[in-house]
């Protein structure tokens, strides 16, 4: 089973200028995401999508393969996910390449992964072939059935349930659990892109991690530093220093 990944790293950042390349310990913002890749024994291929010439010699230097420039329409603050994906598959068409059977979607913003628990992931997808993607989840304490909108005057449940009034004021505990997308590692097969038009489809496994902070501002750089001197970060950290 051919099983790549895709790190997604365009140029433009309206919080941190260059935030996919900032520096992040020692080594820049995106190393971290190509070392996990680079390490997973799943993973044959790491690609790096990008519409900056820097990132690319930035990725290209730590493993990564950098095929293209991504074109800088679907490069922008509100171009979709599904845009860089169809963008990889029509690529490999067009060189006749066959179609991984998975790719693995790991975010530069993401950078605090263990190996063992990326790699678990793409075991669990293997495994069940029925999925049409994995999304790595947190269980969070709020609720939708507790949320509100302003509809014109006043304020709605943004979900109702039938035959109970007020079931907003229910305790929480009655309510199903509650889970986040969280960027840790998200699986999807090009098939059920090429068939669907979906990115991820209908029967999506959820992973569940821990909560882990998405790098958006200084503070988050700071905060991520701290973390990622743990020892379960070890193995990225070598991969890191032996770069040259």
């Known amino acids: ?19 996919n390349i900032f520096q992040l310990g020692k080594h820049p913002l995106i190393a971290y995401s190509i070392a ?11 690609v790096v999508t990008t519409d900056s010439k820097k990132i690319a010699t ?11 420039l991504r074109p800088k329409e679907i490069s922008k603050d509100d171009s979709l996910d599904i845009e860089f994906f169809q963008h990889y598959i029509d690529y490999l068409k067009n060189q006749f390449i066959n179609l991984p059977e998975l790719i693995v979607h790991l975010r530069p ?10 790699d678990g992931a793409i075991q669990y997808m293997i495994q069940n072939k029925e999925a049409t993607a994995l999304r790595s989840m947190y269980k969070t304490h709020l609720t939708p ?3 509100f909108r302003l509809i014109g005057e006043y304020a709605k449940s943004f979900l109702q349930k039938r035959g109970v009034d007020e079931f907003y004021n229910l305790p929480r505990q009655v309510f199903e659990d509650t889970y986040i997308p969280n960027g840790y590692v998200d699986i999807i097969r090009p098939s059920v892109l090429q068939k669907t038009g979906l990115l991820h489809g209908k029967k999506i496994k959820l992973w569940e991690t821990e ?7 200084i503070s988050d750089f700071e905060f991520a530093t701290i973390i990622l001197e743990e020892n379960r970060f070890k193995p990225i950290f070598n991969y890191l220093e032996n770069v040259r």
């Open 58 to 68: 930035i990725a290209l230097r730590y493993g990564a393969s950098v095929p293209f």
């Open 145 to 147: 059935y507790k949320m």
């Open 211 to 217: 909560k882990i902070p998405d790098i958006d501002v």
């Open 36 to 46: 996990l890749s680079k390490l997973s024994k799943f993973i044959e291929e790491t």
């Open 1 to 19: 089973m051919k099983i790549v990944s895709i790190i997604p790293a365009r140029g433009g950042s309206k919080s941190i200028p260059n935030k």
């Open 109 to 118: 913003t993401t950078p605090l992964r263990e190996v063992k628990f990326v």
